[in-house]
């Protein structure tokens, strides 16, 4: 594996989010452009609240993910370890919004943990590969 296996990854975790709102956009009639968060707001659709939250949590997951991408890869982390946790990462994050959507709560968590762990992994490689 190559780093760009693992900027590959960093685009399809900037693109997760939008995947998720599609979702939830998709999952109810007459959505509002005019006012996006207030029509989900309004909504009582669980479906369409639960990928709702997948895309907030994505959106949330990915700067901490692209730091750990980039800081790895500018401190000389061996770029298929890299490339490993950047798959997994974006393995997990997938996933955890299909758990998510699907209402399977400890299937989520499992794989939100998981990919928790993978941007970790990857910031304390960057920095021990620094100290």
Not at 85 to 98: C, D, E, I, M, Q
Request: proline content about 5%; some cysteine.
């Amino acid at each position: 594996m190559t780093l760009a296996t693992a900027y590959w990854c960093v685009l399809v975790a900037a693109l997760l989010p939008y995947l998720w709102v599609a979702v939830a956009k998709a999952s109810a009639p007459r959505y509002d452009n005019r006012n996006p968060r207030g029509w989900v707001a309004r909504q009582d659709n669980p479906r369409l609240q639960r990928a709702y939250n997948a895309h907030l949590n994505a959106l949330e997951a990915f700067a901490p993910f692209a730091a750990g991408v980039a800081l790895a890869q500018l401190s000389g982390v061996a770029p298929s370890t890299i490339a490993a946790l950047a798959l997994g990462f974006v393995s997990l994050r997938v996933v955890h919004g299909l758990a998510y959507v699907a209402d399977l709560a400890l299937l989520r968590s499992l794989a939100w943990f998981g990919a928790l762990g993978c941007v970790i992994v990857l910031l304390v490689r960057a920095a021990l590969a620094v100290a």
